[in-house]
């Protein structure tokens, strides 16, 4: 799975990289805004199918950067009167398709470095982890060691562990579920190296369910305009008197299948 990353800031043709693989493949992460500066930060981790090779060259709005870029504009009309920055953490080898998203282990590998990049954040900041679908794997396995005020678990097929307890987190857990997304789904079931644990709207975790809107399927959590961006955006700057909550009562799903085309880049 390859070195721990070396978080090293350099400029890149315009561009703030903080780390990134050799080669032009693997891992690349990137800041938007000034980190230096900011009283909120939001660090998005995105799903399966992402990487190094395809970081700059995939530019539909579901990809990391455009995602990124959508966010860091909410924050800011969210919250003019303060600074905003957001972190587009690519930091590990994710899973390029539905099979290989069975396994924790990429997660398990990516979370120390997730974990690490929070504690070299500025102190003064508040930090939000955004995780998206697998994403959101990462990130409930990073919260045990992480300096994050607010975790925030867009589609999540589990966040890697059983319980609460088990996720080690003191700070404030928040899920979104849209309408129609087939994640709902996925086995929530962890035995070894194989399943991503429960989903963070179970019972024994306890997320906090925010309001989506509009919005359907398992793509469009950040669709600029829509009430799901905005409430990660009210997150992710502390304005949580604002955000909306869904009213739905959340089921847990007990089919054991799904369709493996729809899993492979998200």
């Known amino acids: 799975?390859?070195?721990p990353l070396e978080y090293v800031p350099r400029d890149v043709g315009g561009d703030q990289i903080l780390a990134r693989d050799a080669g032009g493949t693997g891992r690349i992460?990137?800041?938007i805004g000034d980190l230096a500066t900011a009283d909120h930060?939001?660090?998005?981790v995105p799903g399966n199918g992402h990487h190094q090779g395809n970081y700059y060259t995939n530019e539909e709005a579901v990809a990391p950067r455009a995602r990124g870029w959508t966010l860091l504009r909410e924050?800011?009309?969210t919250a003019p009167e303060v600074r905003s920055a957001v972190v587009v953490w690519v930091g590990y080898h994710a899973p390029s398709g539905f099979v290989s998203a069975a396994s924790n282990r990429p997660a398990h590998h990516g979370a120390h470095d997730l974990a690490r990049l929070t504690h070299g954040l500025?102190?003064?900041s508040h930090i939000t982890l955004v995780?998206?679908?697998y994403g959101t794997t990462v990130c409930g396995l990073a919260l045990s060691s992480a300096r994050v005020q607010d975790c925030v678990a867009l589609g999540s097929p589990g966040m890697g562990v059983r319980s609460h307890t088990e996720l080690d987190y003191a700070g404030r857990l928040w899920a979104a579920r849209a309408e129609g997304d087939w994640i709902r789904f996925f086995p929530q079931a962890?035995?070894?190296s194989l399943g991503l644990g429960r989903d963070p709207l179970h019972p024994r975790l306890g997320a906090t369910r925010i309001a989506t809107g509009a919005i359907t399927g398992h793509c469009a959590y950040y669709t600029a305009g829509s009430e799901s961006l905005r409430n990660v955006a009210r997150i992710a700057t502390g304005r949580y008197q604002d955000v909306t909550l869904a009213t739905e009562t959340h089921t847990v799903a007990t089919v054991e299948t799904?369709?493996?085309r729809v899993m492979e880049v998200v």
């Open 1 to 3: 799975m390859g070195q």
């Open 29 to 31: 992460v990137e800041a």
């Open 41 to 44: 930060i939001a660090v998005i």
């Open 75 to 77: 924050m800011r009309a």
């Open 122 to 124: 500025p102190r003064a």
């Open 131 to 133: 995780g998206h679908s």
């Open 190 to 192: 962890r035995v070894g």
């Open 258 to 260: 799904v369709d493996s």
